[in-house]
């Protein structure tokens, strides 16, 4: 599913009231607001979707395939997200 799918299926849902650029405007804010609050180290839950967060990983030693040589990987920050037992539960059921 593409943003643009997103767009058709909520202005769907909405109806005749609202056009597909004003919800193409509150999709995009949404998203922008997560990618913000993500950024800045912040977690989010949205109840019964599922929980973003930053996940910090260590730093390690990895091994480059091709050459065999040792690596060194730094440490950073990941973004994560984390489904609801809800989530989980509708994606299993509809498998």
Known sequence: MTKADLVEQVHEAI???VTKKDC????????NA???AIANGEHI??????TFKVRNRKPR????????ESVAVPARAVPVFKPSRLFKKQVEESA
């Open 15 to 17: 109806g005749p009231g």
């Open 24 to 31: 193409a405007a509150v999709i995009d804010a949404f998203l």
């Open 34 to 36: 997560v990618k913000q």
């Open 45 to 50: 839950e949205i109840r019964g979707f599922g």
């Open 61 to 68: 030693i990895a091994r480059n395939p091709r050459t065999g």
